[in-house]
């Protein structure tokens, strides 16, 4: 049992980050697009459209920080310091974002400020999430346990890549969310929006798919030698046929289909990064085992995450159920 601890909490935190990336990418995206909006009445609709949804969408970025600090500390105690600038500019983003939900409908008719905050936040906060994977993935130097690099080496060309790419990719997840809750002009506009974020994500991931291979041989070692590319080959062909499968429902005005189509192009994204990372939490030195906390603490905070997560699936699922169907214009919760 001591041995899969690690590995349990390890598949844990991953779910949590999952969960938040898909849940908090729609809500992201809104705020992406949100300048894109024809009107005020247009910009209102769609940001109502997520205003239920958003805070609650946060709680998985919670758990899975806060998890990661008990479950895997010496991993916390490598990662934050080398990730420190972007993830208080993420949290900075996302702190304006929040605000501009509950003041921009009550200080109208001056809620310019609101708007700049809200849609500014949201890139903000998505490109710095870029920077943290693209910096975990390019790789962070580790001397005797302890972080040994400078405050800078995340802003890498591949990190920044990383940024833009986790953009277009809350973008697509955005603008399909929008198709699925909102109809009339926003819905027909966010279907056009679609296109070029969904080109523009294919692009990104094969970018990715390429680049960490050729700077980390590992890696390529995982993918490309026998018996793995026996099986792994099906990763980048299935990608391809389900990226085809949202652009003919986008095309197509499904747009249930468009937005099942983009959360599963974001899991076949964390299934390819988790076959080339695992079981590294701090890659490419230290694993899940190397950065574990003694296994009576794990085993404890694991009953504890037993009692809680049922709970906030609960109130999640509660939450969308309330909140189900299109949002009508003019219609809102403030």
């Not at 002009?185 to 990104?204: E, S």
Request: charged content about 10%; some cysteine.
């Amino acid at each position: 049992m001591e041995h899969y601890l690690p590995v349990i909490w390890g598949g844990l935190i991953g779910t949590a980050i999952t969960l938040y990336v898909l849940l908090d990418g729609f809500d992201l995206g809104v705020g992406i697009l949100f300048p894109f909006g024809k009107s005020e009445a247009e910009r209102d609709h769609m940001m109502n459209s997520v205003a239920p949804f958003w805070d609650g969408n946060e709680t998985w970025l919670i758990l899975g920080g806060g998890g990661l600090w008990v479950a895997f500390p010496s991993a916390y105690a490598i990662i934050m310091p080398a990730m420190y600038i972007p993830v208080i500019l993420m949290l900075l983003g996302l702190i304006f974002r929040g605000v501009a939900f509950e003041f921009r409908f009550v200080s109208k008719p001056h809620h310019r400020l609101w708007d700049f905050a809200f849609a500014a936040g949201s890139i903000v906060a998505a490109f710095c999430q870029g920077l943290v994977l693209g910096g975990v993935l390019s790789g962070i130097d580790v001397v005797d346990g302890k972080f040994a690099g400078g405050p800078f080496d995340f802003l890498s060309p591949f990190g920044i890549m990383c940024g833009f790419g986790m953009i277009v990719g809350y973008a697509l997840l955005g603008s399909t969310w929008l198709m699925v809750r909102i109809e009339g002009g926003v819905a027909d506009r966010a279907r056009k929006w679609a296109f070029p974020a969904l080109v523009l994500l294919l692009a990104f991931i094969v970018a990715v798919s390429i680049w960490t291979p050729l700077i980390h041989p590992h890696i390529a070692d995982r993918w490309f030698s026998a018996p793995n590319i026996y099986v792994l080959w099906l990763v980048p062909v299935v990608t391809a046929l389900v990226a085809l499968f949202a652009m003919r429902k986008i095309d197509g005005h499904h747009p249930l289909s468009a937005f099942a189509a983009s959360v599963a192009l974001f899991l076949l994204c964390f299934l390819g990064l988790g076959i080339s990372t695992f079981p590294y939490m701090v890659p490419p030195t230290l694993t899940v085992w190397d950065t574990a906390a003694v296994p009576a603490s794990q085993l404890f905070t694991l009953f504890g995450v037993l009692v809680m997560l049922p709970i906030i699936l609960l109130y999640t699922a509660f939450v969308y159920w309330t909140f189900r169907g299109k949002l009508q214009p003019g219609e809102g919760y403030h």
